[in-house]
C-alpha cells in the first residue's frame, strides 16, 4: 500500500513492507522497510536539509527522530525530478505508524520552508494473519 502527500508542490510518497527476514517477534523485533520518493513538481530546485520522525509504537507510545538530510545525503532534486530512497524502523509491539516532516531548501532563493511525509501505517506479517 502507498501513502501519499503533497505539500508545496512536492509530494512524498511512502511504501512501507514488514521485513521478515531481520524480525524477531519472540525478541519483540519488528523490522519495516519503508520506500520512499520525493517528486519534485515545483517551479524551482530544492534541497533535503533536514528530516524529523514521529514514529508510534503500540503500547511504547511515542519516539522522535531528527537529523541532516536523508540516508547520509542531503540531495539536490531539480524541477520535476524525484529522489528515492530506503530506511527501515524496528518496533518491539509490531503495530504502530509513522509520520514526519522535511526541511527543505529552496535552491534560489535560499529559503527554508517544511514539507510533510504522510502518515503511514507499520503492522507485521505475524499479527495480520
Same mark, same amino acid.
Request: glycine share 8%; net charge negative.
Given at each position: 500500500?502507498?501513502?501519499?502527500?503533497?505539500?508545496?508542490?512536492?509530494?512524498?510518497? *511512502?511504501?512501507?513492507?514488514?521485513?521478515?527476514?531481520?524480525?524477531?517477534?519472540?525478541?519483540?523485533?519488528? *523490522?519495516?522497510?519503508?520506500? %520512499?520518493?520525493?517528486?519534485?513538481?515545483?517551479?524551482?530546485? %530544492?534541497?533535503? #536539509?533536514?528530516?524529523?520522525?514521529? +514514529?508510534?509504537?503500540?503500547?511504547?507510545?511515542?519516539?522522535? #527522530?531528527?537529523?541532516?538530510?536523508? +540516508?547520509?545525503?542531503?540531495?539536490?532534486?531539480?524541477?520535476?525530478?524525484?529522489?528515492?530512497?530506503?530506511?527501515?524502523?524496528? /518496533?518491539?509491539?509490531?503495530?504502530?505508524?509513522?509520520?514526519?516532516?522535511?526541511? *527543505?531548501?529552496?535552491?534560489?532563493?535560499?529559503?527554508?520552508?517544511? +514539507?510533510? +511525509?504522510?502518515?503511514?501505517? /507499520?503492522?507485521?506479517?505475524?499479527?495480520?494473519?
Amino acid at each position: 500500500m502507498m501513502f501519499s502527500k503533497m505539500t508545496s508542490n512536492i509530494k512524498v510518497s *511512502v511504501v512501507p513492507e514488514y521485513d521478515s527476514k531481520n524480525s524477531y517477534p519472540s525478541e519483540n523485533r519488528h *523490522v519495516f522497510k519503508y520506500h %520512499i520518493t520525493i517528486e519534485n513538481d515545483g517551479s524551482f530546485p %530544492i534541497k533535503i #536539509i533536514k528530516r524529523k520522525w514521529l +514514529i508510534f509504537d503500540v503500547g511504547f507510545g511515542y519516539t522522535e #527522530i531528527t537529523g541532516d538530510g536523508v +540516508i547520509g545525503l542531503t540531495p539536490e532534486i531539480a524541477t520535476g525530478e524525484n529522489f528515492t530512497y530506503f530506511s527501515n524502523v524496528m /518496533l518491539r509491539s509490531g503495530v504502530g505508524n509513522m509520520s514526519g516532516k522535511y526541511l *527543505v531548501r529552496n535552491m534560489e532563493t535560499q529559503e527554508n520552508f517544511e +514539507i510533510d +511525509i504522510p502518515k503511514f501505517n /507499520l503492522l507485521s506479517e505475524v499479527l495480520s494473519n
